[in-house]
């Protein structure tokens, strides 16, 4: 089954997207999840209290998360360091 050049909600789809992978449905879930908390926590400034609201999940849950998936707890300082000089 393979699905191309989709168009949902404004999101362009490709067959890229869903090559075969060795990857379970959990490693997947995982990897999406990890990527969505890092997107909302730089769209929040790194501010865990408003990351937390706009997910809908409590302080205790998204500190949770961060260490399940991973996450440095000092997303912004890591952010800092790998940005290039004069940015």
Do not use: M
């Amino acid at each position: 089954y393979e699905i191309r050049n989709c168009d949902w909600s404004s999101d362009v789809c490709s067959s890229d997207l869903f090559e075969e992978s060795n990857e379970d449905l959990r490693s997947a879930l995982s990897q999406f999840e990890r990527q969505h908390i890092v997107a909302s926590l730089r769209r929040h400034h790194y501010d865990k209290l408003e990351t937390a609201r706009s997910l809908h999940i409590g302080l205790s849950s998204l500190y949770r998360k961060l260490e399940e998936l991973n996450i440095p707890k000092n997303l912004h300082q890591v952010d800092a360091q790998t940005q290039p000089s004069g940015t």
